[in-house]
């Protein structure tokens, strides 16, 4: 079954660029019906989707990142990406990759997560 | 924004109870709504999609309804592993928005 894991800098520095990579194993992200999202946590709160992409490239972003988000594919490698620009101590969360069948616009298998801090 | 309210913010239930927590989304979404189970240290595990089917794997006691604006997630014979976050999530339009969780403990 599909495994999805999340990878990527622990602690970032204020104004910086939050980069990380979802490896997906045992599935291929160029499958058609799915798309590839990412959610935050923040510590102690509730979840945050970010936005997804599909395996022909078009993404959505939710519009609380405005224009600091960005999801990318890398077919070669299996992995999607997930860049957040001039990142600020609000950015601090868990952030998880997640796979969601376009039929129920559910996440039906997570990464574990990786915890990101923003902090000089 | 369709803000997803959820109710209560916790509750506490002992083994064998049956529990219900309640999602109030802001205008109608029909029946676009999932639900997850997240436990402490975990990714969120997909429960309900739709308002009312069951993913694969998940236990018959967990059971979904609702339409509209208004969605129930009841746990029957509620178990010592289901102690967990529990969030629902609509999809009738972009952006998808979470509600804020409700905390099932044991008493």
């Known amino acids: 079954h599909v495994q999805l894991q999340e990878s990527g800098p622990g602690l970032v520095k204020p104004s910086q660029t939050l980069s990380l990579t979802c490896s997906v194993s045992s599935g291929s992200i160029d499958s058609d019906g799915y798309y590839w999202s990412w959610i935050r946590q923040h510590p102690v709160k509730g979840l945050e989707w970010i936005g997804y992409i599909d395996n022909s490239g078009n993404s959505y972003y939710n519009p609380f990142l405005k224009s600091r988000v960005s999801i990318s594919l890398d077919m070669s490698s299996n992995q999607v990406s997930l860049e957040v620009t001039s990142v600020t101590a609000a950015d601090t969360a868990v952030y998880y990759c997640a796979r969601t069948p376009s039929t129920i616009n559910g996440m039906d298998v997570w990464g574990q997560g990786t915890t990101v801090t923003v902090s000089s | 924004d369709t803000r997803m309210t959820q109710s209560p913010s916790s509750l506490s239930a002992s083994v064998g109870d049956t529990v219900t927590i309640t999602c109030q989304a802001s205008h109608d979404i029909s029946n676009y709504l999932n639900w997850y189970q997240q436990k402490p240290g975990k990714a969120p595990n997909l429960l309900i999609f739709?308002?009312?089917y069951l993913e694969a794997g998940v236990p018959s006691r967990f059971s979904g309804s609702g339409s509209g604006t208004h969605f129930t997630l009841i746990i029957r014979n509620v178990q010592p592993e289901d102690i967990a976050t529990y969030y629902c999530q609509h999809h009738d339009n972009l952006p998808w928005t979470f509600g804020q969780g409700t905390k099932l403990d044991l008493k």
């Open positions: 739709d308002a009312s």
